[in-house]
Each structure stands twice: as structure tokens, then as C-alpha cells.
């Protein structure tokens, strides 16, 4: 009998996406077809794209992914949309202790939802949306880290913050 696959959640901030999550998407759904990239409204931490502009950003990199918001836990969202398991992309020891914490402090809460890491690939495993925002505002060029829509997307962006 065959398995139905089972529902993943890929959940971050993507402020912007990034070359890295592109790259993780990519290789997360040939293990999970059904993957869900799920934007968190988080209003402790500021963001500079709306979550419109994140899903807008996401769906242009990614245009066959389904993408979702949510807000309050993690763990909550995953559960009510029947999911099983929580994908996040690993990229050097430093992410290692706030993903330990968050993975163990989520499984103490809902044992049954699984968190799998994915090694970041190596040409992508430095780069992050906030150096990438820092470049940026600091009129540094970012095409290396993500892509054309997105350069176009922050050079936008920072040009009404300024
Ligand atoms: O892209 P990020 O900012 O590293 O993603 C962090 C995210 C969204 C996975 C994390 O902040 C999160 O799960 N937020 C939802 C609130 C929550 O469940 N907090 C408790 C985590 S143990």
C-alpha cells in the first residue's frame, strides 16, 4: 500500500527569502511534495516587508510552493493543519543553539510534530536576510545572495525608507 506523503512545514520570517531558502524549499520538497512555506506574523520583531510583500517575494522565486501566514506558536499552526513534521535549514554552529532550543522546547510541547534540519549547501551557508538587509540599506550589492525580483524588491523598499 502506498503512504501518503506527509505534510511539512517550512517556517521563517523571509525578510526577504534568500538564495538559502530557495535552496532549501528546492531540496525540501523532493522528500515532502506536500510542503508548506509558512510566513510568521510575529510583532516583536519588526520587519521591513509586509507580509504581502514576503508572500508576493516567495511566490515569484517559488511559484508552485503553497505558502501560508500564521501567528501565535508554531507548534499550534502545524498541529491545526494536520502536519507532521517542521523542516528548518541548518547553516553554521552558531544557528545550532537557538535551533536546539526551539526544536526541543517544540517537541516538549507537541511531542508528535517532528523537527527535521536540512544542512544548508555549502555556497549558501553564510548567508542570512538580515546581513543581506544590512548590505543593502548600506548600498551594497546583494544579486549574489538573492534573486533579481528581490534586489529590485529592497532597492524599492529602501529607497521610500530613506
Ligand atoms: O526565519 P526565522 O526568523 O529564523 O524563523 C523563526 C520562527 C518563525 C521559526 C520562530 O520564531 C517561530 O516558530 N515563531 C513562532 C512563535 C513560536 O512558536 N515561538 C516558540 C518557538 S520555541
Known sequence: ?????L??????????????HIDIIQRAVR?????IVAIVGNPQKKTLFSYEERIEMIKNACPSVRIETFSGLLVDYVESIGAG???????????FEYEFQMALSNAKMKPDIETLFMMSSEQYSYVS??????IAMLGGDVSEFVPEYVVKKLSEKLRLCN
Open 31 to 35: 522528500v515532502f511534495p506536500d510542503l
Open 85 to 95: 513534521v517542521v523542516i528548518r535549514g541548518l547553516r553554521a554552529i552558531s544557528d
Open 129 to 134: 536576510s538580515r546581513l543581506i538587509k544590512e
Open 7 to 20: 505534510l511539512a512545514v517550512y517556517p521563517g520570517s523571509f525578510d526577504p527569502i534568500t538564495y538559502g
Open 1 to 5: 500500500m502506498k503512504q501518503k506523503p
